[in-house]
């Protein structure tokens, strides 16, 4: 198998892990911002064309949740047109297109973990421009996959993980919210999950009668809130003196962009179609910090 494939936001920290678990199965284009811009999409459809992959995988968003409450034009342009036009490019081709979606399309009210059909009802902006890049990668490609992911960290890029031992190491004494539940999801895990899937959707060995096109959840197994996360890094990560870490509630933690209060979300379908079960979170997390 040799599959040509255009991969968006290699530099980021799930881009960068895909560069590596997509090696395998052929060859990986990344281009960078200077030949890719993904609010042009002009600049999507010409790398598109030029290069004529087999498949396009798309990690890259604007994934600053607060600061998209400030430019949301930008964040619609990134995170809804674009995948978009990627889908209607890749349709044209018959190519497939994975695309990278977030519990953040929910707005945290259920009590139980989410599942794919469930309503969506973003809170914020950065949630709603997700939705709506999701809703014109189904409109304009059924060939996709949409994997909605959360709370996700690695050893580059900037995410909770590496500001946790950032700041532990800087102050005695940190505040974090414990009311917000979720599942800490290793960056290279999405990847490896993403590289598996792939193989056996395209792979030599590949059922000819198999199609699971759609929507699918892909986090670690497990839950905690943000504050066990930060408790788990302080132990894991031997950070001596170990700091104090508070338990507080979201509203003494204002942000500009409201976040769920549960962002749990079920990967029983992922596990019923490609047989893939994610390790939980505190496991994936020493693995991780153990590199």
């Not at 978009?84 to 399309?105: F, I, M, N, P, Q």
């Not at 304009?140 to 996959?145: D, F, S, T, V």
């Not at 895990?189 to 060995?205: F, H, K, R, V």
């Amino acid at each position: 198998m040799s599959l040509r494939i255009l991969l968006t936001g290699g530099t980021g920290q799930v881009g960068w892990e895909l560069q590596r678990s997509l090696a395998c199965l052929g060859e990986v284009r990344a281009p960078g911002r200077q030949d890719l811009d993904l609010a042009d999409s002009d600049s999507i459809r010409q790398t598109v064309r030029d290069w004529r992959p087999d498949v396009i995988v798309n990690p890259a968003a604007h994934t600053a949740v607060d600061r998209a409450e400030a430019e949301p034009e930008l964040a619609a342009a990134i995170n809804a047109t674009a995948p978009g036009v990627l889908a209607e490019e890749a349709a044209k081709l018959g190519a497939l297109l994975v695309h990278y979606s977030t519990d953040y399309v929910f707005d945290g009210s259920k009590a139980a973990p989410y599942v794919e059909d469930d309503a969506a009802n973003p809170q914020n902006v950065y949630g709603r421009t997700k939705l709506a890049g999701e809703a014109a990668v189904r409109a304009n490609n059924p060939k996709h996959l949409i994997l909605r992911t959360s709370w996700v960290y690695g050893r580059r890029g900037g995410n909770f993980l590496l500001t946790m031992l950032r700041l532990m190491r800087e102050r005695p004494e940190l505040k974090i919210v414990a009311d917000q539940i979720g599942a800490p999801t290793w960056s290279r895990l999405i990847a490896e999950a993403t590289g598996q899937m792939l193989a056996q959707c395209l792979g030599p060995n590949r059922r000819p009668e198999f199609a699971p096109w759609g929507t699918y959840h892909l986090t670690c197994a497990g839950e905690t809130s943000w504050h066990g996360f930060a408790q788990a890094i302080a132990e894991l990560a031997r950070i001596e003196p170990a700091p104090k870490l508070m338990p507080i509630p979201s509203r003494d933690y204002p942000t500009p962009a409201r976040r769920p209060a549960n962002s749990r979300l079920s990967n029983a379908k992922l596990a019923a179609t490609f047989g893939l079960v994610l390790p939980d979170w505190h496991q994936a997390l020493a693995l991780c910090l153990g590199e």
